[in-house]
């Protein structure tokens, strides 16, 4: 007895060893207001929407690098995480965190590193194919830190009943 079908699982992670380091390319930079990344997608083929769910799991790492000057402050900053499908937001989360300044000059790496876990269960899939993104925006209000990503996972598990 069970299912007939076992769930599948489709997925994409990034894993960064220094959030602060520019020069990476796996480190994804939000640093003006306003801006905002795709920071991973899966795919995902849906047959018969009215019997499938997809449950999608998320996570990013956000690392705040002091740019102001002449000498790093506290400064309060906003990431808004959004998982769309095909385009259009199905949900997200606003995130308002304090960034402690550290050491004594511009650029030094601050100590915020946030990992949010987002999960969701996408209960009316459209037919065919699927594309679930999750994005981040900088809706932080000048002046504003220096916001990066750093490792990060998206995943999406099928239920077909």
């Known amino acids: 007895m ?4 076992a769930p599948f699982v489709v997925g994409q992670s990034v894993s960064v060893d220094d959030p602060y380091d520019r ?3 796996d480190v994804i930079s939000i640093p003006t207001p306003g801006d905002s990344e795709e920071v991973l997608a899966v795919d995902v083929c849906v047959k018969q929407p009215h019997k499938t769910q997809v449950l999608l799991d998320s996570m990013v790492q956000v690392a705040v690098r ?3 000057s002449p000498f790093p402050v506290n400064v309060t900053f906003v990431v808004e995480y959004e998982l769309e499908r095909n385009g259009t937001t199905i949900a997200s989360i606003n995130n308002e965190m304090d960034y402690l300044a550290v050491g004594s000059t511009p650029g030094v790496d601050g100590r915020h590193n946030n990992f949010p876990n987002f999960p969701l269960v996408d209960e009316n899939p459209n037919p065919g194919n699927n594309t679930y993104v999750l994005r981040c925006t900088n809706f932080s209000s000048n002046p504003s830190p220096f916001i990066t ?13």
């Open 2 to 5: 069970g299912l007939n079908k």
């Open 23 to 25: 020069t990476d390319p």
């Open 66 to 68: 002091a740019t102001l």
């Open 149 to 161: 990503i750093g490792s990060r996972s998206l995943k999406a598990t099928v239920f077909e009943c």
